[in-house]
């Protein structure tokens, strides 16, 4: 059973994928329902748990599916992991070493916690980029198709280009960014 499934996304099969929050993984269904497979880390009795290498997750919160690649908001890591379609990983991306936070700007939430670190949701750009949503910091990261630091793109408030807790993301084919925040 799933525990709290926070991400979607849908190939052009009609596979679903979903990271299961609260399990440590991902897991991908058929158009009919059937599970096809679940990625991460688990123990000798089999159950998903958290972890930290390749292809282990803790608390992973988005998925996204290109042509070619699979992108998962790791979240507890701090890192997005970008694997193959195989589910062969590729590399990660560490948004703190990537995009460092500049002194004094990170996102301040009355009702922070731990919950508010690290990314959150990811999305692809028709041109291969990938845009992940930085939620406690407010922002989004825009990564080339090797996974190099493009942009940050917004900061906290209310006002147009600005950002409160960021969770949602999608690329339109025109690349046109939406995000999905509570402000």
Request: charged share 20%; net charge negative.
């Amino acid at each position: 059973a799933f525990k709290k499934p926070t991400g979607l996304a849908v190939d052009e099969a009609a596979n679903l994928y979903v990271a299961d929050r609260d399990n440590n993984r991902v897991v991908v269904l058929s158009s009919a329902g059937a599970v096809l497979r679940s990625l991460g880390r688990t123990n000798p009795q089999g159950r998903f748990i958290p972890g930290n290498g390749a292809a282990a997750f803790n608390k992973p919160t988005g998925v996204a599916v290109s042509p070619s690649r699979i992108a998962v908001a790791d979240r507890n890591n701090g890192r997005v992991q970008v694997f193959d379609r195989g589910f062969s990983f590729l590399f990660d991306i560490k948004l703190d070493q990537a995009a460092p936070v500049p002194s004094g700007t990170s996102g301040s939430h009355e009702d922070d916690d731990d919950e508010d670190s690290g990314p959150f949701a990811v999305a692809w750009g028709p041109d291969g980029a990938l845009y992940a949503t930085d939620e406690g910091n407010d922002r989004v990261l825009v990564f080339d198709a090797q996974g190099a630091f493009v942009v940050s793109l917004g900061s906290e408030g209310a006002a147009l280009g600005q950002f409160q807790l960021p969770k949602g993301a999608a690329v339109s084919a025109l690349s046109y960014l939406y995000v999905a925040d509570r402000a």
